[in-house]
């Protein structure tokens, strides 16, 4: 309660001031901050302010704060490297906005001017921050951070943080910043796409270190949408925090209570709206509680369930996972979710179970298999006076009764309302949107471009001008090579945009790039920030007499902040002729929303035809979230036809996903403990209809090196003279792998499809044959 009388003081008080001071840079603010009384109101030129440091020191009191304001919400552009850090006491520092920038050095904002002055009883209101990340995506920093106590940072709209860091941390390694009792309310957070690594939530309050002190921060009435940098959208680290009526729509993980003790999550909404891997709540430790949300349509499993309560680690060290105690779970709505899980994340080391844990007076709607799964088979959950409603289920477990008359709709939002005291009373929620929360002066700004969509043909004369004409398209141009033979090129093509590049429709021949310079190209294509590629019946050769190599087809630049998408189709990839370099290849710190290949070839590789190995620091990080690849050919390959690595057992994130069809691999990687496929760490995998000939003859087919709960399966698939299928707990093959001549029609000339009468004619799934079927272009036979 003093928390709010405080806030009300601090607005009414903003349409107050003693004096007026505008001031036109950093040094100017300072000083008059500085210098000011309780209520004045210090005026910030509108415009930009290119890398401005802004560090302010003031004193106001509770009646009447120092304000900071520009002379229009929203007419201050901080860019540039600029900063903002305030310390005091009744500061309050409004409507500004952060763009076309980064912080080159610490975090954008933060509630201290150093480590002796921090702030208490501060405030940022109306404050935006977008397009604001570094331009390194593991280049770790944060939005904003707090320090000191009683600060609050509400009605401000956050956009997409595209780099390694939380968007916003409550700090607590200072004794001044514990037992903190901050506000974060009242917020957008507006999509953060997948980080692809740990490190990506949207709020972290504490670190384990300091897990066994309350922090008390109230984080209440906040929109998080399409929040997917991790699997901790809210992780909370750190006891007595209270996280209540806030929105979380299709986020891409969950509120976890990761570390510390007597948390309360109340009033929470929680939409999935059926999108994949959204989720709710995930439980660690013990005395929270659990009431009053609303869990809908969430598809997430595992630790992105609707609720996931985990299993400890006996003796756990302070990071790791403390038993689950004491923690009652009430008078939550459940409706047409997949998941709810007890004992998430049992394996060998997390083994205790759930302990003194209440699921009581829940309403779950819509459940068709089951109403919930339990790793522990049983103890720990105390189930009572739970209703089931919609579910069809034949019987209900003990602790669980079945409703089938009296629930009504809401207008808004679209959700049952209680039945006979069970589940959510909606009549005490406050749900918030993207309307309600955020800076209220501001719109994104649109990048979309004008329509201007068209094709661009390029003769086989202006070859040496391509990587000049793909500069100058425009996002969503389709650049058409009408020639036929070598397009020599003397620079590689960057694509810094939405592009289609293709061969002409209904040619008969594929357009053939060559390097005709002296210098090796990393790539004849390379995909920079904002590139998403289309490649149609092309074809790249590494190496030519006479001239400089390429290492790759398709190379990514050398660090990228955004997600690429590739897509191939009917291509060709030969003579790249070392060992590092491949057909596509993507370099440490790019991330692939999805690569797409298919009825392409990859022949006489002396690297790999695919590479997607580059993050090798065991960090849970890989280059690409989906990799689908059907009906291609591999052949002569000294490498691997693809290496998709993810090390370590982080389990913040969702991928690597993995789909190979109807393929075929010939003479690829039977080097001593190679692996036609090399699939290290890739979390769910689905290898089906592929030949295996004379391939991986001095180890292995399939490489696997997986995790308990990846999900991973190898079927229809022929491995004649082909080396195993190896896993480490060895249970991804299906019933249907076989070891057959699969007779080819003439290999000599890449003709991989089967001879009539092959003994693998019907062997496929739904009665289809294995393996690539290419047309004589396809084969690279022009």
Known sequence: MKVYLVTLCLAICISTSAKQAPVNDAASLRKAVAGAKPGDIITM??????????????????????????????????????????????????????????????????????????????????????????PERF???????????????????????????????????????????????????????????????????????????????????????RCNGEVEIVSVKSGENHVSFNTFFECEGGLVLRHGSNNIVEGNLFLGNNKLFTGGVRIVNPGHKVFNNVFKDLKGEEFRSALSVMNGVPNSL??????????????????????ILFGAGRDAERTLAPENVAFRDNLIIGAKDSLYADNNKGGGILFAGNGVAQSGLRSLPKGFISLTAGIKKAKEPDLPLPVSGKGADTRKLFWVNSRTAGAAWFRSESTAAENKRKKVMVPLSSAAQLP?????????????????????????IHVNKPLTIRSAEGGTE?????????????????IEDGGELTLQGLSFAGSMPGYGDAAAGV???????????????????YDFNESSFAGIKALKSTYADSILVVNSIFRNISGSGIDLAAEKDDKGTYNSEYTVIRNCVFTNILGSALNLYRGGNDESTLGPFLTIDHCTFNEVDNREQGAVLRLLGVQKARISNCIFAFSGQGGRAIHFQES??????????????????????GNVSGSNIYQSFPGFIDPKNRNFNLVPGSDLQNKGSAGKAPGASLPERGRGLN
């Open 45 to 134: 030129a509108d415009g930009e302010w290119k890398d401005a440091r802004i560090v302010l020191h003031g004193r106001g009191t509770p009646g009447k704060p120092v304000v900071v304001q520009p002379q229009t919400p929203g007419g201050v552009r901080l860019t540039g490297s600029s900063t903002l850090s305030l310390s005091g006491e009744y500061l309050v520092v409004k409507d500004l906005h952060f763009t076309r920038g980064t912080a080159r050095e610490g975090d954008v904002i933060t509630f201290r001017t150093n480590k002796d002055l921090l702030a208490d009883h501060c405030r940022i209101t109306g404050i935006v921050i977008d397009n604001y990340s570094q």
């Open 139 to 225: 280049k770790n920093d944060n939005w904003v951070t707090l320090w000191g106590k009683n600060n609050r940072v509400d009605h401000c709209t956050f956009v997409d943080k595209l780099n390694l860091g939380p968007t916003l941390i409550v700090e607590l390694n200072d004794e001044r910043s514990q037992q903190n009792n901050h506000s974060i309310d009242s917020n957008y957070f507006k999509g953060r796409q997948r980080l692809g690594s740990n490190g990506g939530e949207t709020i972290r309050v504490g670190v384990s270190k300091y897990s066994m002190t309350p922090s008390r921060t109230r984080i209440v009435h906040n929109y998080f949408e």
């Open 318 to 339: 302070i990071n790791r996972y403390y038993q689950v105690k004491d923690v009652d779970i009430h008078h939550n709505t459940f409706i047409n979710c997949r998941s």
């Open 468 to 492: 000049d004409i793909v500069s100058s398209a425009f996002a969503g141009d389709t650049i058409e090579l009408t020639g036929t033979g070598n397009y020599g090129l003397r620079k590689e």
């Open 510 to 526: 594929r357009p053939l790039l060559i390097n005709t310079s002296e210098n090796k190209f990393p790539g004849f294509i390379v």
């Open 555 to 573: 190379v990514t630049a050398s660090s990228m902040q955004r997600h690429y998408k590739l897509r191939v189709s009917d291509c060709e990839f």
């Open 708 to 729: 308990r709960y990846d999900d991973l399966n190898v079927d229809f698939c022929n491995l004649y003279q082909a080396g195993r299928i190896e896993s480490f707990y």
